[in-house]
T-cell receptor
Framework: GNSVTQMEGPVTLSEEAFLTINCTYTATGYPSLFWYVQYPGEGLQLLLKATKADDKGSNKGFEATYRKETTSFHLEKGSVQVSDSAVYFCALRTGGSGNTGKLIFGQGTTLQVKP | GAVVSQHPSRVICKSGTSVKIECRSLDFQATTMFWYRQFPKQSLMLMATSNEGSKATYEQGVEKDKFLINHASLTLSTLTVTSAHPEDSSFYIC?????????FGQGTRLTVV
C-alpha cells in the first residue's frame, strides 16, 4: 500500500544552520507530494508541493525535489530561524495533480531551532 | 489561499455527552472533506472521507456510529463525537479538498473528563 516515512525527530538546530528532513514514500502510480507545517497549537498549513518527478517545490526558503528514482522528497532549508520551529509532515496523494483524494501522512518531524 | 474554518478550537466535555465540531470552507466549494485525528506526537490518521450529499466513508477501525459525519452542503461538514469517553480526547482536524491540494482547519482539541 501507499505509505510515507520521515526521519524521526526531534531535530534540534541552532539558528542559521542548514536543515534537512528526510522523507521517502511508497506508492502505486505517480503521486503528488506535499510538505505541511504545523506550528504549536495550530492546524496544518501547506508549505510546498510537487506533482511530478523532478519538480521542485519551494516556499519561505524551504525546498524539496520530487525524486522518483529514489522515491524521496527531502525538505531542505539553507538557514533556519527560530520561527521555523514546528512539526513538519510529509504527505502524498495518488491520482494525479487534479485529484481531490485523501492525503497519506508521514509521522511528522519536530524541528526545534535555538537562538 | 483558501481558508477552512474549524470550530470550536477547544472543547471540554463530560464523559457520556456528545460534541459537535464544524468545518467550513470559506471561499471555495469543497465537494470532499476529510476528518483526521491526531494523537500526541503522532501523525494524522484519517478517520473518514465525506462527500457532499452522501454518506461518509469511514476508515477501518473507526466507529461510524460514534463519529457521526454530516456533509450537507459544499461548504460545511460536521463531526459529532457521540457518548464521548476520555479515550476520545484528541486533536481533530478537518480538511477541505480542492484539485491538486488540500486545506486544513485549525483543529479542535477535545478533552473528555
Amino acid at each position: 500500500g501507499n505509505s510515507v516515512t520521515q526521519m524521526e525527530g526531534p531535530v534540534t538546530l541552532s539558528e542559521e544552520a542548514f536543515l534537512t528532513i528526510n522523507c521517502t514514500y511508497t506508492a502505486t502510480g505517480y503521486p503528488s507530494l506535499f510538505w505541511y507545517v504545523q506550528y504549536p497549537g495550530e492546524g496544518l498549513q501547506l508549505l510546498l508541493k510537487a506533482t511530478k518527478a523532478d519538480d521542485k517545490g519551494s516556499n519561505k526558503g524551504f525546498e524539496a525535489t520530487y525524486r522518483k528514482e529514489t522515491t524521496s522528497f527531502h525538505l531542505e532549508k539553507g538557514s533556519v530561524q527560530v520561527s521555523d520551529s514546528a512539526v513538519y509532515f510529509c504527505a502524498l496523494r495518488t491520482g494525479g495533480s487534479g485529484n481531490t483524494g485523501k492525503l497519506i501522512f508521514g509521522q511528522g518531524t519536530t524541528l526545534q531551532v535555538k537562538p | 489561499g483558501a481558508v477552512v474554518s474549524q470550530h470550536p478550537s477547544r472543547v471540554i466535555c463530560k464523559s457520556g455527552t456528545s460534541v459537535k465540531i464544524e468545518c467550513r470552507s470559506l471561499d471555495f466549494q469543497a465537494t470532499t472533506m476529510f476528518w483526521y485525528r491526531q494523537f500526541p506526537k503522532q501523525s494524522l490518521m484519517l478517520m473518514a472521507t465525506s462527500n457532499e450529499g452522501s454518506k461518509a466513508t469511514y476508515e477501518q477501525g473507526v466507529e461510524k456510529d460514534k463519529f457521526l459525519i454530516n456533509h450537507a452542503s459544499l461548504t460545511l461538514s460536521t463531526l459529532t463525537v457521540t457518548s464521548a469517553h476520555p479515550e476520545d480526547s484528541s486533536f481533530y482536524i478537518c480538511s477541505a479538498s480542492s484539485p491538486g491540494t488540500a486545506f486544513f482547519g485549525q483543529g479542535t482539541r477535545l478533552t473528555v473528563v
